[in-house]
Every structure is written in C-alpha cells, then in structure tokens.
C-alpha cells in the first residue's frame, strides 16, 4: 500500500514538472509579445499593436495562424499586419496554442476612448453587428467572431478601414475575414467612427456575465 502511495506520488510529481516545464518553454515567446502589445497586453497604439490580453482562445489562435501563414498581413500597405507576421512566422503552432491559451485569461481594465463620434448613430450602426458580434460585441464562436467590447477604438476603426480597403480579408482562404469585408463597406468612414465610439460606452461591468 505505502509503495503504491510513493509510487503515485512520483507519477503525479513528474506530470507536474513536465507540464510546468511544458508551459513554461511554450510560453518563452511572451516577453517578444510585450515589447509591442505592452506590459499586460493591453495594446501600444504608437506601434498600432492592438489590445489582445482576454481574447477568446480560438479567435487569438486562429489570427496567429493567419498571420504565420500569410492569410493576414500579406497586403504590401499593411505594414502593422507584416511587422506582426514578421514577429511570428518562426513560431511553432504548439506556441501558437500555449500563448492563446495564456493570453486568454489575462485580463486588463477598459482602455481609454479616443475617438470620439455620435454615439446615437453609432447604436443604430451596431444594430447591424449583433446578428455575429453579440448584443453586447461579446463575440460568437460558432460565427467566428470576435469581442470587439474592451478592444481599444483606435484598432476596431483602423480594422474596419482595413476591411474596407481590402487590406484585411482579401485571402482565398480569409473566409471568416470575407463575411466581415461585406459589412465593413455599407458604412462610410463617419459612420465607422459612430460605431466605434457607441462600441467603447458598452459598459463592461455590468455585462459581464455575458462579456467573456
Ligand atoms: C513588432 C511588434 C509586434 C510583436 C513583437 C508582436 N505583435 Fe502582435 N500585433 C502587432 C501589430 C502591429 C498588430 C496589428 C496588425 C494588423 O493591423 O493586422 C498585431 C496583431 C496581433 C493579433 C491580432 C489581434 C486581433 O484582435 O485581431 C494577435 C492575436 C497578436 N498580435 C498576437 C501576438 C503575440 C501572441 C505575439 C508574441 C508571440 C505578438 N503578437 C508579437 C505587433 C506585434
Ligand atoms: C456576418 C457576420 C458579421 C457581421 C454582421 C459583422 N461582423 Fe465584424 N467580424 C466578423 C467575423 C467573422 C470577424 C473575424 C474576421 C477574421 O477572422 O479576420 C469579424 C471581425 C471584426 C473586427 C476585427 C476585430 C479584431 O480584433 O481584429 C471588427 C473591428 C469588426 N468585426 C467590427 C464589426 C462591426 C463594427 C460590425 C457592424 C457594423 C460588424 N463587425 C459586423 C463577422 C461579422
């Protein structure tokens, strides 16, 4: 009996260590991440690195993967989006998944508006986001689309202009970034701004049940 106990413990002893050392060697990326994304991965608008810590998981990972596989970031305008390929390329995709995974549950505060529209026209605008984005731009994994709440304004209107321009979502193989190309160009460049603004008043706190 006292063996099987030593024994136990031993297997549960290295399981631990290899997980810890696991992590740990995924992880070993982190500190590159921050030198752009900031301390908490709360975004640097100076190198337009966005907001990433509290993504979902699967919206972070499968961004990664396009950037590493040229399906974003491809576009010679999209500086930003090759400076983040650039930043990823040698990465494996067991990294890939570890840092999603970590990234996830990070949270940081609600980050500062700074831009400002009309926000009663910007409500009726995200009128036309809910059906994928979720009441409360809380993002619908089964759509493949991401929480846009907490995400800084700057980002979410420099994307949609992206989107607009065919920077983003231009790839054959972008299907999730074509079902959002088609929304980003039945709204003009105020009217983005509108939204974006309405977009930073949905209050976190109080959503938070729903907001992941
Ligand atoms: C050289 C600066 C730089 C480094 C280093 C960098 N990033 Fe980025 N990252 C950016 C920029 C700039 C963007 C926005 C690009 C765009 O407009 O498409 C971005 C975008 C992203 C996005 C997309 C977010 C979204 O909402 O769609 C993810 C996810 C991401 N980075 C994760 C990472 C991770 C994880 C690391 C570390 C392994 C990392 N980045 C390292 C600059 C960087
Ligand atoms: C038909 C579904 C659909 C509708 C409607 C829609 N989106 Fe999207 N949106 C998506 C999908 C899917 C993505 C993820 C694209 C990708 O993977 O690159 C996305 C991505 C985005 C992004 C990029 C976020 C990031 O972190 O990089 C922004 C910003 C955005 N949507 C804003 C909006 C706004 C604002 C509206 C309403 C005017 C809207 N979307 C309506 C499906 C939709």
């Known amino acids: 009996m006292r063996s099987i106990t030593v024994l136990l413990s031993l297997?549960?002893?290295?399981?631990?260590?290899?997980?810890?050392?696991?992590?740990?060697?995924n992880l070993q990326s982190l500190p590159l991440c921050q030198s752009c994304h900031g301390d908490k991965l709360q975004g640097n608008e100076s190198l337009k690195a966005p907001l990433i810590s509290g993504l979902s998981q699967w919206y972070l990972y499968r961004q990664m993967k396009n950037y590493k596989d040229g399906i974003r970031g491809n576009h010679p305008q999209d500086i930003f989006g090759q400076s983040m390929r650039l930043s990823i390329m040698s990465l494996s995709d067991n990294e890939l998944q570890a840092l999603a995974e970590h990234i996830s549950t990070i949270s940081v505060d609600k980050q500062p508006q700074s831009i400002k529209?009309?926000?009663?026209?910007?409500?009726?605008?995200?009128?036309?986001?809910?059906?994928?984005?979720?009441?409360?731009?809380?993002?619908?994994?089964?759509?493949?689309?991401?929480?846009?709440?907490?995400q800084s304004d700057w980002y979410l209107y420099q994307q949609m202009i992206n989107f607009q321009k065919d920077i983003r979502g231009n790839h054959q193989d972008d299907l999730y970034g074509k079902l959002m190309k088609d929304m980003a160009y039945m709204f003009n460049e105020q009217m983005l701004r509108d939204v974006v603004?309405?977009?930073?008043?949905?209050?976190?706190?109080?959503?938070?049940?729903?907001?992941?």
Request: glycine letters at 10%; a negative charge; proline letters at 2%.
């Open 11 to 25: 297997v549960f002893i290295v399981i631990f260590f290899n997980s810890v050392y696991a992590s740990s060697s």
């Open 117 to 150: 529209g009309d926000i009663e026209t910007g409500k009726f605008v995200f009128e036309h986001c809910i059906s994928c984005h979720g009441e409360f731009g809380e993002g619908d994994q089964t759509i493949g689309a991401p929480r846009l709440t907490g």
């Open 197 to 212: 603004s309405y977009i930073s008043t949905i209050d976190q706190v109080d959503n938070k049940e729903s907001v992941k």
